[in-house]
């Protein structure tokens, strides 16, 4: 066998274990529709349960100026309570009482807002304590999913690392000049190095090949690419031909 023959059969053999790597590596990335239905509904509960807590941090925020408030309008009922003592006429009394009713009824307002607050915030401390306590019955009802997943991802990534051994072996024995075009077009091509010539045209641009190009693909005595896309051009039979010719050894 030619050395050309050899390292563009050994060039489309690579071209197969890099589709077969990204794909394992697109899968692993790409979580089951059950998966990600749970990761959707975890981030969801975790969302809700931020929300609660920031609901209470708002809470309890207001509280501590509402406790402010409260005592301010103690301090301004109690002064105008001592005020209504010393007053000397009825004009006085009367813009008293006045001060007093307001203060008694913000301080009424005050105090009602406290207590509805403390309620609130009872409520959902409640509401937070619940839903981190079902937490590991959620868990335990996702865990056989989960599981699976976690299976399927390991051996994803044993196979990946597999075939990147497989490559690595198929590689060392590439002409270096093949093997750093080949790289280069990988890397360029968006993973596709090599095309196979079907019906006279480039399988993957489609650009039809003139028929003396055509021969010297079919000879495989150079590496020939395609003259609009360049990757490296292949006939079908070749990867025939070496299935036959394994199979006989």
Known sequence: MNNARHDLILLVRLQDL??????????????????QELQRANVERQAELEGLEKQVQTHEEELVEVRKKQEEWKLELEHFQRQKGTVTNEREFTAVISEIDYATKALGEATARHLELDEAVTALHTEIEERRNARPEEEAAQKDVVDSWEKRKSELM???????????????????????RFMRLLESKKGTAVAAVVDGSCSLCHFALRPHLQQRVRRCEEIITCETCHRILYMESITDQESSAGESA
């Not at 890099?18 to 998966?35: G, L, N």
């Not at 990946?160 to 690595?168: I, Q």
């Open 158 to 180: 044993d196979t990946v690392n597999a075939l990147v051994t497989e490559t690595k072996a198929i590689e060392a024995d590439v002409a270096p000049k093949n093997r750093a």
């Open 18 to 35: 890099y589709d077969r790597i990204a794909a394992a590596i697109r899968e692993r990335q790409t979580p089951p529709p059950e998966v």
